[in-house]
């Protein structure tokens, strides 16, 4: 609001207040930020004023550091990510290439004339109804493969054959829940996520 200069900080929102030490902490010009839950209290608005005053640091040569839980908005923001569970990183690295690496489930969309095999359905597994046939989803590539085979063998037509990108909420989930790759043994809430930018790069991130 127009006003805010002329009012005490105790009547600010908390939105309003989230932005003020967003300004007090780059107010000095530093080479490295490290914002805490940033996003707090923001609305879409501020959220989006947001990632550009992060992508206008990273083009004055200003690293940034943030750790959140938000991972919709570090997934928007960051380069990097680095990944927290029970104090300890367990990944670390270009957010392209981890969720890339990651992005295992494959979509097979098909159309297959009459009703589908239960063998096959079963193979297939995930399945659901397209406006020109079926999507079947499948977890690894090298099965994906055999299931698409299969589909044609059966007298299925494959329409499109596409591996589908996780988002980075699901590739942490992967990673610390009870049956994800790198899961500890010890019970516990996950550590927050955080994103990192470094200058001169496009942008980068990093999420614990």
């Known amino acids: 609001p127009e006003d805010a200069r002329d009012r005490q900080l105790r009547t600010y929102s908390r939105g309003m207040l989230q932005r003020t030490g967003i300004a007090a902490a780059i107010l000095h010009r ?14 879409p608005l501020g959220r989006r004023d947001f990632r550009d005053l992060i992508l206008s ?10 750790s959140s839980h938000v991972l919709g908005d570090i997934e928007n923001t960051a380069d990097r990510v680095g990944i ?4 300890r990183l367990i990944r670390c690295g270009s957010l392209h290439d981890i969720l890339s690496a990651d992005g295992r489930r494959i979509e ?27 999507i079947g989803e499948v977890d690894d590539v090298a099965r994906a493969s055999a299931v698409a085979h299969d589909i044609v063998a059966a ?15 699901e590739f942490f989930m992967s990673q610390v829940e009870p049956d994800g ?17 470094r200058p001169g790069t496009a942008r980068e991130g990093v999420t614990p």
């Open 155 to 169: 007298g299925g037509r494959i329409i499109r054959y596409d591996r589908q990108r996780v988002s980075l909420e």
């Open 30 to 43: 530093p080479r490295l930020v490290v914002l805490d839950e940033p996003l707090n209290g923001l609305d």
């Open 57 to 66: 640091l990273k083009d004055e040569g200003t690293a940034v550091f943030l």
């Open 84 to 87: 927290l569970d029970q104090g």
């Open 108 to 134: 097979i969309a098909f159309e297959f004339a009459g009703e589908i095999p239960l063998p096959l359905r079963q193979r297939i597994g995930s399945l659901r109804p397209h406006s020109t046939g079926w």
């Open 181 to 197: 790759a790198h899961a500890h043994e010890a019970a516990g809430r996950p550590e927050s996520a955080g994103a990192v930018r």
